[in-house]
């Protein structure tokens, strides 16, 4: 049987990917790349176009949206929360809400502190986004503020996986103190799990 290919860089949108293999006891190829991959792995534009990490490739096709990816990974496990339990579309709503709402300020905020060349980098730009980061991050510590342990169906699923890796990336990024109260807490408690340090020990050239 042929494993899924993972094509991956250190604490990049793939980490969600690592992370939900290993939450989901999933085996798969593992290949690590050098970040960011359009300026150091050219080779990698024959698997991927876009030259984007993550970059699934399973029975021949190719996957390279993060959280649609968990998802896959999710399937037939307790990461996802099937169509019969009463918080399958908040589930579905949070896996969406990962990369448009939240992901998407913190890479421009990464893109104008570690990749463009420091006469290009723009301290205001990432000031901006770090607002807007927090802005949204509010839903994470809505969600959390009855005391709930996990985001939805009381567990740990896919969803906290992907709004996991979000508010990490934030720590990271130097934003972490725009994160609640609540929201810290929860965080702490899904990056202690085994499955979040095997996926950052596994990914170590």
Same mark, same amino acid.
């Given at each position: 049987?042929? !494993?899924? #290919?993972?094509?991956?860089c250190?604490?990049?949108?793939?980490?969600?990917?690592?992370?939900?293999?290993? *939450?989901?006891? /999933?085996?798969?190829? !593992? &290949?690590?790349? &050098?970040? @960011? @991959?359009?300026?150091?792995e050219?080779?990698?534009?024959?698997?991927?176009?876009?030259?984007?990490?993550?970059?699934? #490739?399973?029975? %021949? &096709?190719?996957?390279? =949206?993060?959280?649609? +990816?968990?998802?896959? #990974?999710?399937? %037939?496990?307790?990461?996802?929360?099937?169509?019969? =339990?009463?918080?399958?579309? *908040?589930?579905?709503?949070?896996?969406?809400?990962?990369?448009?709402? !939240? $992901?998407?300020? !913190?890479? /421009?905020?990464?893109?104008?502190?570690?990749? =463009?060349?420091?006469?290009? &980098?723009?301290?205001?730009?990432?000031?901006?986004?770090?607002?807007?980061?927090? %802005?949204?991050?509010?839903? #994470?510590?809505?969600?959390?503020?009855?005391?709930?342990?996990?985001?939805?169906?009381?567990?740990?699923?896919?969803?906290? +996986?992907? /709004?996991?890796?979000a508010?990490?990336?934030?720590? $990271?990024?130097?934003?972490?103190?725009v994160?609640?109260?609540?929201?810290?807490?929860?965080?702490?408690?899904? $990056?202690?799990? *085994?499955?979040?340090?095997r996926?950052?020990?596994?990914?170590?050239?």
């Amino acid at each position: 049987m042929t !494993l899924p #290919i993972l094509y991956h860089c250190a604490d990049a949108r793939s980490l969600r990917c690592l992370w939900a293999v290993e *939450e989901a006891g /999933i085996d798969v190829d !593992l &290949r690590l790349l &050098r970040f @960011p @991959p359009r300026a150091f792995e050219p080779g990698y534009r024959a698997v991927n176009p876009l030259m984007t990490v993550p970059g699934w #490739i399973e029975d %021949g &096709r190719l996957m390279t =949206e993060s959280a649609a +990816i968990c998802e896959r #990974i999710a399937e %037939g496990t307790e990461l996802a929360v099937r169509r019969d =339990e009463p918080d399958h579309w *908040e589930w579905r709503n949070w896996l969406h809400r990962s990369d448009a709402t !939240l $992901t998407f300020p !913190l890479a /421009i905020m990464l893109r104008y502190t570690r990749v =463009e060349p420091e006469e290009r &980098r723009l301290a205001q730009a990432v000031a901006d986004y770090k607002a807007f980061f927090g %802005g949204r991050a509010r839903s #994470i510590e809505a969600a959390l503020g009855d005391g709930r342990e996990w985001l939805v169906a009381g567990r740990f699923t896919a969803a906290d +996986i992907v /709004i996991g890796y979000a508010a990490f990336l934030a720590t $990271t990024l130097d934003a972490g103190d725009v994160l609640g109260d609540a929201t810290k807490v929860w965080l702490d408690r899904c $990056t202690a799990r *085994e499955g979040f340090q095997r996926a950052r020990e596994r990914q170590k050239p």
